[in-house]
């Protein structure tokens, strides 16, 4: 359908304006949210999660595609709620204690929304215990942490510690990235997997829920 299409097209591009007008021209047109949601929207983002990980576009142009995504999915989202259509996971993210860097993190967190996942996102300088309580008490079943600190990075083992102590430790996966850190490190730590970029973060939380 050409509308879903247009949608698509145009949040690659992140018209953020031209897509809110193009999704309420397709609800008006009877088209479901559902099918909006994934023909349209999502596969917008994942045409940019492609072209993220190729070094085809860069941090600004998936911020501004994010942003209409973003805007897109608010127009959505009481009609979504109203058909029942379900996450296909939840996640908690956020950066680990010490770290204020936050724009890795917001990309791994819309690449997230943008799968179906349905993000908390704990914000910036988050303690080990507030990562795992989130967890533990709104039934996520991944954690994502980031650091960009090379003296914040040791936090990340805090939560895996935390996670084993709070007796939840075999219930969620835990992700870590930003950029100091590596494969080595996340299996030193004990952590769950390593990605290097956002758009591979979503991928491997979709494949832990089994997407
Ligand atoms: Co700071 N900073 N900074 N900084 N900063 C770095 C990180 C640094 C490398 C600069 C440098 O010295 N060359 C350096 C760290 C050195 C080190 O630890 N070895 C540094 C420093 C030292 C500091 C301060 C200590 C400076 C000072 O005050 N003396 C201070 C620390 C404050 C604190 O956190 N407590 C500080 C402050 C700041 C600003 C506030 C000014 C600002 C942050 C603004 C913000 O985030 N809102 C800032 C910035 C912007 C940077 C640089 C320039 C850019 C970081 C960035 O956003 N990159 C950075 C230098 C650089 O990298 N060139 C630097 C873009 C972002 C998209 O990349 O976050 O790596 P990144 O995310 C990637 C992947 O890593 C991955 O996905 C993203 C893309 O796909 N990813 C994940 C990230 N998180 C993930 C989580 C996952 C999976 C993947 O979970 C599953």
Known sequence: MSILNDIKENLIKGKAKIVVELVNQALNDGIG???ILEEGLLAGMNVIGEKFQKNEVYVPEVLVAARAMSKGTEVLKPYLAASGVEPIGKVCIGTVRGDLHDIGKNLVKMMLEGKGFEVIDLGTDVAPETFVETAKNEGCQIICCSALLTTT?????????CAVAA???DKVKIMVGGAPLTDAFCKQIGADAYTPDAATAADVAASFVGK
């Open 153 to 161: 990075m040791g936090a990340m083992k805090e939560v895996v510690d």
């Open 33 to 35: 949210a559902k099918q």
């Open 167 to 169: 007796g939840i430790r």
